[in-house]
């Protein structure tokens, strides 16, 4: 079965430390992964995505994350965290099995907490 | 602006009384679903639409019903709420062949009393 395991509910980290956000996934192809953040009383916000290719994969805000096909991973990290990072982070994998109406499969969601 | 629009952003209601949560996309995107948010549960897919006039259930679709007339527009109902109900509501769309990133509404808080 599909599935996104996010091993963290929360990780705290001192302002300037760099960050990691795990994400581990399962499918059965090729996995498109993604990773959103969610500010309080704010929508999902969409930060980076792996679809082929290069496997550090760089996006919105200073984060990049890391694909690992044989550890089956996709780390969210940056070099130096922010206050203003403080949020909810997401995984998220899209089946690309048709059957399964190309749904994104969600992790349970890491609060991230960067201390001053 | 691409976007997605969700209304209203904050709902207080009653047991039993109807209600309709409203979903709008200006991107001509064929996929839209709708989540709900709890603590400790993650996103949970309610309902999904592929295209107008194709909808099915997703994981928790129980107490729920949408539509898809316009491809623009997938509103969730509420036919009879009840206090389990009450959550945080998200409808997000994608163009699926071109695996796009989603794009969420800034999601809707619903208490049922």
């Known amino acids: 079965a599909q599935s996104v395991a996010q091993p963290e509910d929360q990780v705290n980290v001192a302002e300037g430390n760099p960050l990691t956000v795990k994400c581990t996934y399962s499918?059965?192809?090729?996995?498109?992964l993604f990773w959103y953040v969610q500010y309080p009383n704010r929508g999902l916000q969409f930060l980076l995505k792996y679809i082929t290719g290069d496997n550090l994969v760089k996006g919105s805000y200073g984060f990049e994350a890391e694909f690992n096909k044989s550890q089956t991973s996709f780390h969210l990290k940056k070099p130096s965290a922010l206050v203003s990072d403080s949020a909810l982070y997401f995984c998220?994998?899209?089946?690309?099995?048709?059957?399964?109406?190309?749904?994104?499969?969600w992790g349970l969601g890491t609060s991230l907490a960067v201390n001053p | 602006e691409a976007q997605v629009t969700q209304n209203p952003r904050y709902l207080i209601t009653v047991t039993g009384k109807k209600l309709t949560v409203t979903c709008s996309q200006n991107m001509n995107h064929e996929y839209m679903s709708w989540y709900r948010q709890d603590p400790g549960l993650g996103l949970r897919q309610i309902y999904y639409?592929?295209?107008?006039?194709?909808?099915d259930k997703g994981d928790v679709p129980e107490g729920y019903k949408v539509s898809r007339k316009e491809k623009r527009n997938f509103p969730l109902i509420l036919e009879s709420p009840s206090p389990n109900q009450t959550s945080l509501y998200f409808c997000a769309s994608y163009a699926p062949r071109g695996l796009t990133e989603a794009f969420f509404g800034q999601g809707t808080r619903l208490t049922v009393v």
């Open positions: 639409s592929m295209n107008v006039e194709v909808t």
């Open positions: 998220a994998v899209r089946d690309t099995d048709a059957g399964n109406n190309r749904k994104l499969i």
């Open positions: 499918v059965s192809g090729n996995p498109y």
